[in-house]
């Protein structure tokens, strides 16, 4: 499999005591239209710097990152991932114009999880931290199209959770049965997402995360006439969000073993009557008040016609990067009339969004560099009908085996793989239920690691 990567332009980064214009925005990009398969993918970030233990300064969009992994193709004319306009409102009072209808907007909020540990977010299969290393959030660069078209100040509500997957004052884990979607409940046991409070069914009713204040910052982002597009229609901009202070100028200290969630919504300012039409996806109709819109991802390919066509976003057992919202009618959760009592990881979308961490890794040195290649962990894991290995080879190897061992080191399978420079995929059937061992040895070094058959 061909490892696809991204072009990508540099955004620059600076960082300020107040929530205020941080970093200079990109050129404006152009979305067609709402789920326009040929919308165009907006500016990224560049990371800064990479983990090879010691000092480390990332800005990833981590459901990029573990698309681009897992090999899903986004930068050609026919993506498998293709990005879109998801108007954001804390209020459903509001319209927005989409074609030829007007049609109400929910009360949405917005967000990613990131989870650093996990082995698919750098090329290299290598996590960027480890359980034991905690990491600072400096700032959040949010894709999105804001329009303003009032003197209107318009604030954006944005807030940082952060906790242990497993801490339920601040996740939610939802089981098979009520997520609407597979194939995550072939072997995901779970899906989680931050817990919130203001959950009633009436409109105009302010959610929030009920995370306690020891686990969640927020910053009140006042949008800046420079943030707006300056008209509706598809253009994006990114919108810096710090998470420093005069107190913090790192930032947030997410500690270790925590996963860290982002989630916003928009705030308007003045006033606003039933079905005002707040933001436009068509030139025919004009919006007279301010609008926002975040850029999503969104699957293109394969067309969705029935359960089992949906991809989902979540990479391994031991990871949890996944997007989150909150939908008074979120189509990919319980789909209720009134609102859900929680946030839940979101299957099939996630929103554009780059964190920008720091951090003091103890990963060792990057494995591709010592030995010449790296080993991924197999996906899906555990397994029952089938998983694969991703590996890159720095350079062309005289020879590369793949070996398969149980827990007593007998051995189930052994096969010559492709020994050319680059990312490849090694194909696994069906075992036994039980625990086994996956070896790479390209030109006499090996690296193991474990696989659940269940």
Not at 226 to 233: Q, V
Not at 287 to 312: E, K, L, M
Request: hydrophobic fraction near 40%; aromatic fraction near 10%; glycine fraction near 8%.
């Amino acid at each position: 499999m061909k490892k696809i990567y991204l072009s990508i332009a540099t955004l620059a980064l600076c960082v300020g005591a107040t929530a205020q214009n941080t970093a200079k925005a990109p050129t404006q990009h152009m979305h067609k239209a709402m789920l326009d398969p040929n919308a165009k993918i907006p500016a990224k970030l560049k990371a800064l710097a990479k983990t090879q233990g010691g000092p480390f300064a990332w800005q990833k969009d981590p459901i990029e990152q573990v698309m681009t992994q897992k090999g899903i193709d986004i930068t050609s004319a026919n993506p498998q991932e293709d990005t879109f306009l998801a108007s954001v409102f804390m209020d459903s009072t509001v319209s927005v114009a989409s074609g030829a209808t007007i049609r109400p907007n929910n009360d949405i909020f917005l967000g990613t999880t990131f989870d650093p540990k996990s082995t698919l977010i750098q090329p290299s299969f290598q996590s960027i931290v480890s359980m034991n290393d905690s990491y600072n959030v400096d700032s959040i660069f949010i894709l999105a199209s804001y329009v303003k078209k009032t003197a209107a100040i318009d604030t954006l509500y944005t807030y940082l959770i952060w906790g242990d997957s497993t801490n339920t004052a601040v996740y939610n884990k939802f089981a098979n049965s009520s997520v609407w979607v597979s194939p995550i409940s072939t072997w995901r046991k779970s899906v989680i997402g931050p817990k919130v409070v203001g959950a009633v069914g009436a409109a105009g009713n302010k959610v929030s995360p009920a995370a306690p204040a020891t686990n969640m910052k927020l910053v009140k982002y006042v949008l800046q006439p420079g943030d707006s597009t300056g008209k509706g229609y598809g253009f994006s901009k990114a919108i810096s969000i710090p998470f420093t202070s005069v107190s913090a100028p790192a930032g947030v200290v997410i500690p270790a073993g925590n996963i860290v969630t982002c989630m916003y919504t928009f705030v308007p300012g003045g006033t606003h009557t039933l079905n005002q039409t707040m933001y436009s996806f068509t030139t025919a109709v004009v919006p007279t008040i301010n609008g926002f819109c975040g850029i999503v991802w969104n699957q293109s390919s394969p067309a969705v016609t029935a359960a089992a066509d949906y991809r989902d976003y979540q990479v391994d057992v031991t990871s949890w990067n996944m997007g989150v919202n909150y939908d008074k009618k979120q189509r990919h959760a319980m789909y209720s009339a009134t609102y859900n009592n929680n946030t839940i990881g979101d299957l099939t979308t996630a929103p554009n969004m780059y964190f920008s961490i720091t951090g003091n890794s103890s990963v060792g040195i990057n494995e591709a560099k010592a030995k010449g290649f790296a080993l991924g962990q197999n996906s899906p894991n555990p397994f029952s009908n089938g998983s694969t290995v991703n590996y890159e080879l720095v350079k062309d190897a005289n020879s590369a085996t793949f070996t398969v061992t149980d827990v007593m080191g007998r051995l189930i399978s052994s096969e010559k793989v492709a020994n050319s420079t680059g990312v490849h995929t090694v194909n696994l059937g069906s075992y036994s239920a039980g625990v086994y061992y996956y070896t790479l040895t390209v030109d006499g070094n090996a690296t193991t690691k474990k696989m659940i058959a269940q």
